[in-house]
């Protein structure tokens, strides 16, 4: 029951989707510094090669491997399980990772904004989970499950869209999915858990968060006073994929420093002063 024993990621092989920036890029970290071999995949893939190249510069234990892939289409979908599969027979780990969003005030939201992010936040995740089965199926067993950490948000979690519509919407279907997804591959042996998000940095937040004083605005709103970083996404891949985790199913980790429990002002208060 050593740290090693229960985190260690040695001999597993991963996919990261959108794994060059961001989130993606923090959990490829972590999962290469337990030990994984590591692929990630989005549509710009020179991002993707870059992005490995400095991560095996660190000379942690495991390595990573990056490649062009679009979770955006069907097609994209099977390019890039053919992509994977010229490169290994095996994955033990799926992290579907990609996104994006789209903020519009209400009475302005664009209709194509729906299609746009759906495609890739709620039917790229499903569809590319679904023909990534068979592998995941091959790799698990009882007493080590595959794993699938699906990324949701903490927009998905409570009433805070701050404009982002279907976003906010698209990530409470992926806490769904990934709760009827964790229910029906018990069988196989294979957990379903997603991690809610808060505010981290990444180009998706870039607006917000790229400026220091910005990024320390938006951490003062956050309970705990800062944005989420890098340890915070890897430890949650090192505890959910190693042995530590295997027991765990259909959770929905709030990643978000608290903002998955604030509420409006004390109810009561207004009427003692
Ligand atoms: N940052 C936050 O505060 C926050 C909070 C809660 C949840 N999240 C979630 O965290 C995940 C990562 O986002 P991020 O914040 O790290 O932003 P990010 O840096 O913009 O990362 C998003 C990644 O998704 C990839 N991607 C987008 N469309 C894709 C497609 N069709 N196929 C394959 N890859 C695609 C992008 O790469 P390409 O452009 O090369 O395709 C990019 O690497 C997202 O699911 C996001 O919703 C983020």
Same mark, same amino acid.
């Given at each position: $029951?050593?740290?090693?024993? *229960?985190?260690?990621?040695? @001999?597993?092989?991963? +996919?990261?989707? &959108?794994?060059?920036?961001?989130?993606?890029? $923090?959990?490829?970290?972590?999962? $290469?510094?337990?030990?994984?071999?590591?692929?990630?995949?989005?549509?710009?893939?020179?991002?993707?090669?870059?992005?490995?190249?400095?991560?095996?510069? *660190?000379?942690?234990?495991?390595?990573?491997?990056? #490649?062009? @892939?679009?979770?955006?289409?069907?097609?994209?979908?099977?390019?890039?399980? %053919?992509?994977?599969?010229?490169?290994?027979?095996?994955?033990?780990?799926?992290?579907?990772?990609? @996104?994006?969003?789209?903020?519009?005030? +209400?009475?302005?939201?664009?209709?194509?904004?729906?299609? /746009?992010?759906?495609?890739?936040?709620?039917?790229?995740? #499903?569809?590319?989970? %679904?023909?990534?089965?068979?592998?995941?199926?091959?790799?698990?067993?009882?007493?080590?499950?595959?794993?699938?950490?699906?990324?949701?948000?903490?927009? &998905?979690?409570?009433?805070?869209?701050?404009?982002? #519509?279907?976003?906010?919407? !698209?990530?409470?279907?992926?806490?769904?999915?990934?709760?009827? +997804?964790? /229910?029906?591959?018990? /069988?196989? !042996?294979?957990?379903?858990?997603?991690?809610?998000?808060?505010?981290?940095?990444?180009? $998706?937040?870039?607006?917000?968060?790229?400026?220091?004083? %910005?990024?320390?605005?938006?951490?003062?709103?956050?309970?705990? @006073?800062?944005?989420?970083?890098?340890?915070?996404?890897?430890?949650?891949?090192?505890?959910?994929?190693?042995?530590?985790?295997?027991?765990?199913?259909?959770?929905?980790?709030?990643?978000?420093? &608290?903002?998955?429990?604030?509420?409006?002002?004390?109810? #009561?208060?207004?009427?003692?002063?």
């Amino acid at each position: $029951m050593t740290p090693d024993s *229960l985190f260690s990621l040695a @001999g597993k092989t991963a +996919l990261v989707t &959108g794994g060059a920036t961001g989130i993606g890029r $923090m959990a490829a970290h972590g999962l $290469m510094a337990a030990g994984a071999r590591v692929m990630i995949a989005s549509r710009k893939g020179d991002a993707c090669t870059a992005t490995a190249a400095e991560l095996n510069e *660190l000379g942690l234990p495991g390595c990573v491997e990056g #490649f062009a @892939g679009d979770v955006g289409s069907e097609n994209g979908i099977a390019a890039l399980v %053919q992509e994977l599969e010229n490169r290994t027979d095996d994955l033990h780990i799926l992290m579907n990772n990609a @996104g994006r969003t789209w903020g519009k005030d +209400l009475g302005a939201f664009p209709y194509g904004a729906w299609d /746009k992010v759906l495609s890739v936040n709620v039917t790229g995740l #499903f569809h590319l989970t %679904q023909e990534l089965l068979p592998k995941l199926r091959a790799a698990a067993t009882p007493e080590d499950p595959a794993r699938v950490v699906n990324v949701g948000s903490v927009m &998905g979690e409570v009433a805070m869209g701050d404009g982002a #519509f279907s976003y906010a919407a !698209s990530k409470s279907a992926v806490h769904h999915l990934t709760r009827i +997804l964790a /229910k029906d591959l018990a /069988k196989d !042996s294979i957990t379903v858990n997603a991690l809610a998000p808060g505010p981290f940095v990444s180009n $998706m937040t870039a607006f917000a968060t790229a400026d220091p004083d %910005q990024r320390e605005r938006v951490g003062q709103a956050v309970p705990l @006073g800062r944005v989420g970083g890098p340890d915070d996404i890897a430890a949650c891949l090192q505890f959910l994929c190693g042995r530590g985790g295997a027991y765990i199913t259909g959770a929905v980790i709030p990643v978000s420093g &608290g903002i998955n429990v604030m509420t409006g002002p004390p109810i #009561f208060e207004a009427a003692l002063n």
